[in-house]
């Protein structure tokens, strides 16, 4: 509507200048009329033009604003992703310290039960070796009592008492 209007007065303005460019008192220039065609020519052409030229320029700054927004989206999903890596990142560091405490501590409870494990051997070999000598040395004296008193049997011509028979195997013995 407004286009209407500004046309309509656009033209109710050169009308006259139109009607008086055509006179032929006046010198032979052409440049007023030229001029006034000009104008016509520019208002009609906006007339029918402007909407169109609004148009593609409104779709091409629409174009570039979706342009810019899919960049923009596209930047903030990358900034995400990487705030994302940067805390699974603080994540795997916390979880590799536990790790590593936790190992450290299995290997001291290792080296405890190792080291346990280890005397407990040991003192079950000293007892059997304390068994072993005491059974060895047992084993000595009744040899030694053995010998000492097949000796006394077979030799005939030895004549002991009861008291110096056990005194000879006590001093054996000992």
């Given at each position: 509507?407004k ?5 309509l007065?656009l033209?109710?303005l050169?009308a006259?200048?139109?009607?008086f460019a055509?006179?032929?008192s006046?010198?032979?220039t ?11 020519f520019f208002i009609?052409m906006?007339?029918?033009l402007?909407s169109?030229?609004r148009a ?8 570039i604003q979706?342009?810019?927004d899919k ?5 903030k999903?990358s ?14 560091k916390?979880l ?6 936790g ?5 001291k409870l290792?080296?405890?039960k190792?080291e346990?494990?280890t005397?407990?051997?040991?003192n ?5 070796q304390?068994q072993r000598?005491q059974?060895?040395?047992?084993k000595?004296k009744?040899?030694?009592l053995?010998?000492?008193l097949?000796e006394?049997f077979?030799?005939?011509n030895i ?11 006590i001093k054996?013995v000992?």
């Amino acid at each position: 509507m407004k286009k209407i209007l500004l046309l309509l007065l656009l033209a109710g303005l050169f009308a006259p200048l139109a009607l008086f460019a055509n006179s032929d008192s006046s010198v032979h220039t052409d440049i007023i009329s030229r001029s006034l065609n000009f104008v016509v020519f520019f208002i009609i052409m906006w007339y029918l033009l402007a909407s169109k030229l609004r148009a593609f320029f409104a779709g091409r700054k629409e174009g570039i604003q979706a342009q810019l927004d899919k960049v923009q989206d596209l930047l903030k999903a990358s900034e995400d992703k990487t705030l994302a890596a940067k805390q699974k990142l603080e994540d795997a560091k916390i979880l590799s310290i536990k790790i590593i405490e936790g190992a450290s501590s299995d290997v001291k409870l290792i080296e405890e039960k190792v080291e346990t494990n280890t005397k407990e051997e040991i003192n079950i070999l000293n007892k059997h070796q304390e068994q072993r000598m005491q059974s060895q040395s047992k084993k000595s004296k009744h040899e030694a009592l053995g010998e000492v008193l097949d000796e006394l049997f077979d030799d005939k011509n030895i004549s002991l008492t009861q008291d110096e028979l056990a005194q000879i195997i006590i001093k054996k013995v000992a």
